[in-house]
């Protein structure tokens, strides 16, 4: 797919992938240089763009925008970086077959400790190691790349607009994700008692 993420999708239709379809239909595919149909996520480098700069680059569904790229360390853009969140989850199938794994990422803006959390998630998918060994077969083919390296990303604007108004007043001027808030509320059970029989 080219520059132009634009799909002509029926009216009705929208393009809405759970985890599994990203990981068995889109990027297993990807990875075995297998045909996609329809070809709809394109290849972008993602790491040179902003996260608010994706639209028109790649696929976008909602306030979601989907692509392919290859996996790496460097997750530097013009404007800041992605950062992991410290959480991975296994991609099961229908089968209960783990075929993947999705990492979370944060984007901040601007450097080091100086940097800004922002609202704006990246989940990256990539093959299970099991999975990476069926692309050997393409590198057989004659193909110099290797393919297991592809990751499909999905990067969206979380908005936590309705938890920021809670009624309290002590507002230091910092604000909190979404996650930062669910870290804290999880802390406060600690101080709760439970009564029990």
């Not at 077959?97 to 940097?115: N, S």
């Not at 604007?157 to 809670?166: A, L, P, V, Y």
């Amino acid at each position: 797919m080219g520059e132009n993420s634009s799909v002509n999708l029926p009216p009705g239709f929208r393009f809405c992938p759970t985890d599994e379809e990203l990981v068995v239909h889109f990027l297993q595919r990807k990875a075995a240089l297998l045909p996609c149909h329809p070809d709809v996520i394109p290849d972008l480098e993602l790491y040179p763009h902003d996260p608010w700069e994706l639209d028109g680059k790649a696929l976008g569904g909602g306030n979601q925008w989907y692509f392919y790229s290859r996996r790496t360390q460097n997750r530097i853009t013009g404007n800041g970086y992605w950062k992991p969140m410290g959480i991975e989850e296994d991609v099961i199938n229908s089968r209960s077959k783990k075929v993947g794994m999705k990492k979370y990422l944060v984007f901040y803006i601007g450097e080091g400790t100086a940097a800004i959390k922002t609202n704006w998630i990246m989940q990256e998918y990539r093959l299970s190691k099991s999975d990476s060994s069926s692309t050997k077969s393409s590198k057989r083919r004659g193909h110099s790349k290797d393919y297991s390296k592809w990751v499909v990303c999905r990067v969206y604007e979380r908005n936590c607009s309705e938890d920021e108004d809670d009624g309290d007043d002590d507002d230091d001027g910092t604000q909190l994700s979404c996650l930062d808030e669910v870290f804290l509320s999880l802390d406060d059970m600690d101080e709760i008692s439970l009564p029990f029989n």
